[in-house]
Nanobody, 125 residues
């Protein structure tokens, strides 16, 4: 069983930066695609970004492209989300997600078998 624990959320002013971390338990981290999703109040959960198991391939939602960067450290079983030039519309609960071992990651939440509890990011304008 894989457990994911996010950290690093908080309150930041528009234009500021924040880095989220997601620590994974278990032995399958290095063979799972990792992703970040977010859910704003009253809205559906949406895809933000994902990274291949090796870290060599990344995808971003258009809304965050050029501002957010996903990375991972397989030695530390941790995936990161560096967020810059934050906007009020980035305010949401951010969730870390992992596919099953050797699974295919997509922008669809159904691709991911494991989820963290979420961390709140609030951007004040």
């Amino acid at each position: 069983q894989v457990q994911l624990v996010e950290s690093g959320g908080g309150l930041v002013q528009a234009g500021g930066s924040l880095r989220l971390s997601c620590a994974a338990s278990g032995r399958t981290f290095s063979v799972s695609v990792m992703a970040w999703f977010r859910q704003a109040p009253g809205k559906e959960r949406e895809f933000v970004t994902r990274i291949s198991s090796s870290g060599g391939v990344t995808y971003y939602a258009d809304s965050v492209k050029g501002r957010f960067t996903i990375s991972r450290d397989n030695a530390k079983n941790t995936v990161y989300l560096q967020m810059a030039s934050l906007k009020s519309e980035d305010t949401a609960v951010y969730y870390c997600a992992a596919t099953p071992p050797y699974g295919t990651g997509t922008a669809w939440s159904r691709s991911y078998a494991y989820w963290g509890q979420g961390t709140q990011v609030t951007v004040s304008s």
